[in-house]
């Protein structure tokens, strides 16, 4: 959602806040907004649109100040407009947000009937009054702001300052997610490490309803009853090297490119030198366990259910898999000794998180596959195995999709192994086969033309068919969505077998159908769902290997031969092939690839 950064200390505090900005705009760029102290009085400047017009704003009204904070903003409540921007202020506060005030209308009639004027259709403005009205009354800014934060419904982290005070920030959260950073002679807030990275490295993670009031030489922590905690500063390895976009266009494009690398760092610590399966202690026994239910939100859920697919097939094991945002509304059972393996590529995600909460409360243990270490959902869980796939800044996933896939794919081979439905050969082949795949995909990408190319016709696109059977269904929809994500096209992914219920529908000529159709025991189902397409004239790209291209290529509209791969691991290879297409067709039809309209990376609240 919105990003936010605070920064207290010796030197001007608007270079910061505006670099940490550029690092949180992943998060939210609908508007942004900049305040500082100067002289004890608030100033501030904000700006629709993305962060470049904020930039330009500064140029022309430098905000001076060694105490500030700022937000990059995701719309939730008002339109994204300048006067909606945050930070909201009055007289004596002012506030950014990320997250939803549920009870605001309640709280925003209660202010105007003691006079408080509100100048946005925001629900974060309630905040900046609810902690003026309590200063108002005599209480200093640290009692005003635990009053103010007892009185609100919903999830949030926040960046507060305050008139007359350069020496104090405060931060809080409660379920959206708040690091603070540590300097020699300087205090940083942010929404996470990412914005903090080129200043400090020494981070400390707030606890759920923790305050803090940020001085330039501490930090007092309280948690929800106000009283003076210790919090773990842990030491962060993002680096700028990591975070820059290199000799790329995109940070999609980079990222795309490093899965290898990617998949190889997340395979190390489960890997022996012997290519033998290494995984952590686990709190359960796969024998012992009844059912698997797998969480997750958009593209993490289609990793899921590849995962769904392998766990069934490789262990026996049956499996539940439910979007989190729609689970615990169904109130589900779930069974005593259950696991559930919740997936999130931030392990911020709200509704997730609340899934693990649901799934915890019913006595599941909890896996979490996260790529934040200290993040929310890691935090709660019994077990954590990590994707290690570096920061990901392109808001449609790529490298941490991928990653998702290798560790669900290890651990449905350590359930194999530890139930011993699969002989000991049958897991070795496949352990090999997957430590290969970060080869395979780097022959795909050396194909980037190809795509590039390919996706030259979808200028004048409006609509594409994704299908895949098996392992590969899955992907049809993940390939559906980045598609969506990030060129505007709307595109559909659906199971091969089910083409005839519905889809075909709408093939003619103009309708391009993207076949993943590797050579494995479907592939003759498959050829069927083709030669149906075809014989309507549908414009077929097929995505196979080269015995599948030599059976069908000649009559379809385009044939692109990957390499062959052992059927269980073909989700991880047959994902950059759809990825480059959606590439490549967003920088055709000339959209923001890194940060497409309306989307943000990452969801924290519902």
């Not at 550029?22 to 962060?51: C, P």
Request: aromatic content about 6%.
């Amino acid at each position: 959602m919105c990003g936010i950064v605070g920064f207290i200390g010796k030197k001007q505090a608007a270079p910061f806040l505006l670099e940490g900005l550029r690092r949180l705009e992943y998060r939210g760029y609908d508007s942004a907004g900049i305040a500082t102290l100067d002289g004890g009085k608030i100033t501030k400047v904000r700006a629709q649109g993305h962060l470049s017009f904020l930039t330009e704003k500064l140029k022309k009204n430098p905000l001076s100040g060694c105490v500030g904070i700022g937000h990059t903003r995701w719309a939730t409540h008002g339109k994204p407009t300048e006067a909606n921007a945050h930070p909201h202020s009055t007289d004596l506060v002012a506030v950014v947000h990320n997250g939803i005030i549920e009870n605001y209308r309640e709280l925003r009639a209660l202010l105007e009937n003691k006079g408080c004027i509100f100048t946005s259709d925001t629900d974060t403005e309630v905040i900046a009054h609810l902690i003026s009205d309590n200063m108002r009354h005599g209480m200093t800014p640290q009692q005003a702001t635990s009053a103010a934060l007892k009185q609100l419904d919903g999830a949030f982290a926040l960046g507060i300052l305050f008139a007359g005070h350069d020496d104090l920030l405060i931060g809080a959260r409660r379920g959206s997610p708040l690091a603070l950073g540590h300097g020699a002679d300087a205090m940083y807030l942010g929404s996470d490490a990412l914005a903090l990275a080129p200043q400090t490295n020494k981070i400390t993670y707030l606890e759920d309803g923790d305050w803090a009031e940020l001085y330039t030489d501490r930090i007092v922590i309280h948690d929800s009853s106000d009283v003076v905690v210790e919090r773990k500063i842990h030491t962060s390895s993002l680096t700028n090297d990591v975070i820059g976009k290199g000799p790329y266009s995109h940070f999609m494009l980079k990222e795309i490119f490093e899965q290898p690398s990617v998949i190889k760092a997340t395979l190390e610590p489960m890997i022996t030198k012997d290519h033998a399966l290494a995984l952590p202690a686990l709190p359960f026994n796969w024998k012992n366990v009844p059912r698997l239910t797998i969480l997750a939100c958009g593209t993490a859920s289609y990793a899921g259910l590849v995962g769904k697919y392998w766990f069934e097939q490789l262990a026996q094991l049956p499996v539940e898999i439910d979007l989190a945002s729609e689970f615990r509304y169904r109130e589900p059972p779930m069974p005593q000794g259950g696991v559930a393996i919740i997936i999130s590529q931030s392990g911020e995600t709200a509704d997730t998180l609340a899934a693990l909460h649901y799934a915890k409360e019913r006595g599941q243990k909890i896996l979490s596959i996260v790529n934040v270490p200290q993040s929310s959902i890691a935090r709660a869980s019994d077990i954590v195995v990590p994707t290690l796939a570096g920061p990901e800044i392109g808001v449609a996933s790529t490298k941490a999709f991928t990653a998702q896939l290798t560790v669900l794919l290890a651990l449905a081979l350590d359930a194999a192994r530890t139930r011993g439905t699969q002989p000991d050969s049958r897991i070795q082949d496949i352990l090999t086969a997957l430590c290969d795949i970060p080869n395979k995909i780097g022959s795909v990408l050396r194909q980037e033309n190809v795509f590039q190319e390919l996706a030259q016709g979808f200028d004048t696109v409006s609509d594409v068919l994704y299908l895949g059977r098996g392992l590969l269904y899955p992907l049809a929809m993940e390939g559906a969505l980045k598609l969506k994500e990030i060129s505007y096209i709307h595109a559909e992914g659906y199971p091969a077998g089910e083409m005839k219920h519905g889809p075909i529908a709408l093939i003619d000529e103009k309708l391009p159908v993207v076949f993943m159709a590797p050579s494995d025991v479907l592939f003759e189902k498959t050829l069927s769902n083709i030669q149906e397409v075809t014989a309507r004239g549908g414009k077929v790209i097929l995505l196979s290997d080269k015995k599948g291209v030599d059976a069908i290529g000649a009559s379809v509209f385009r044939a692109v031969s990957l390499p062959s791969v052992d059927p269980i691991v073909s989700p991880l290879l047959y994902a950059v092939p759809v990825q480059l297409l959606a590439y490549h067709a967003a920088v055709v039809r000339g959209t923001n690839v890194d940060q497409p309209r309306n989307l943000a990376k990452s969801v924290t609240v519902e």
